[in-house]
C-alpha cells in the first residue's frame, strides 16, 4: 500500500501564470460587455431607477378605485431591463384588489422604433369590436384595454418611457374611468 502512496502523483496545481491569464480574460469580458460598471459602452450613464411609488400614492388609489384604506405600495426596480413597478394591493379573497403603476424605458419595450411608430403601435392596439379605447390628452399616446372583468390596463407613452395602470380584481374591467384618472396622475408626475 505504501508503494502505492509513494508513486501517485499529486495533480500539478496550475502556475500563476494561468491564473492571470485566465482572471485577464473574464476581466475583460466584464468590461467589453458592461457588466463590470454603470457605464455604457457609448460613455454615458445609465439612468437612475425611477420610483414608481412616486409616481402613484395610496391616497390617489384610494380616492379613485379603493372603498377601504391602501397600504403603502410595493416598488420593484429592474433598472438593468428599464422597468420599475409600485404595487398596491388590499382585500381578501374575492374582495381583493390590486392597483400596479409600471415604467419601462419606450426604447425597451418597442426596441427599434421612432415615437410615431410606437404611437401608432398603441393606437394599433385598441381591437375593435371590444370596449378598447384610445384616451386623449395624457401623454403623447394612450390607451385602455380591459382584457377581462377582472384584469385591464391603461397605457401612455410619455416622455420616452412607456406608462401602465393595472387594475385587477372585481369588475376591473368595467373601471376605465377610474384607470383613466390614475394614469393621468401618474404622467403627470413623471
Same mark, same amino acid.
Given at each position: ?15 500563476? @501564470?494561468?491564473?492571470? *491569464?485566465? #482572471? !485577464?480574460?473574464?476581466?475583460?469580458? =466584464? ?5 463590470? +460598471?454603470? /457605464?455604457?459602452?457609448? @460613455?454615458?450613464?445609465? *439612468?437612475? #431607477? !425611477?420610483?414608481?411609488?412616486?409616481? =402613484? ?5 384610494? +380616492?379613485? /378605485? ?125
Amino acid at each position: 500500500m505504501t508503494d502505492f502512496v509513494m508513486n501517485t502523483r499529486l495533480p500539478r496545481r496550475p502556475r500563476s @501564470g494561468y491564473r492571470f *491569464a485566465s #482572471a !485577464l480574460v473574464l476581466g475583460l469580458a =466584464l468590461v467589453v460587455t458592461g457588466a463590470s +460598471s454603470p /457605464v455604457r459602452l457609448d @460613455g454615458t450613464l445609465s *439612468a437612475q #431607477a !425611477l420610483n414608481p411609488c412616486a409616481l =402613484l400614492t395610496a391616497d390617489d388609489v384610494e +380616492s379613485h /378605485v379603493a372603498e377601504s384604506d391602501v397600504p403603502a405600495g410595493v416598488s420593484n426596480s429592474f433598472p438593468d431591463i428599464g422597468y420599475a413597478t409600485c404595487r398596491y394591493a388590499w382585500g381578501v379573497g374575492t374582495g381583493s384588489f390590486s392597483v400596479v403603476v409600471a415604467v419601462t424605458e419606450a426604447s425597451r419595450m418597442f426596441p427599434g422604433m421612432s415615437p410615431d411608430q410606437i404611437k401608432q403601435q398603441l393606437a394599433a392596439s385598441v381591437r375593435p369590436g371590444t370596449d378598447d379605447a384610445l384616451i386623449s390628452g395624457i401623454g403623447e399616446a394612450a390607451v385602455f384595454r380591459p382584457e377581462s372583468a377582472f384584469y385591464s390596463t391603461a397605457t401612455s407613452f410619455v416622455k420616452g418611457r412607456v406608462l401602465q395602470v393595472h387594475l385587477d380584481g372585481v369588475f376591473a374591467g368595467e373601471k376605465k374611468d377610474q384607470a383613466t384618472e390614475l394614469l393621468k396622475s401618474a404622467v403627470s408626475r413623471l
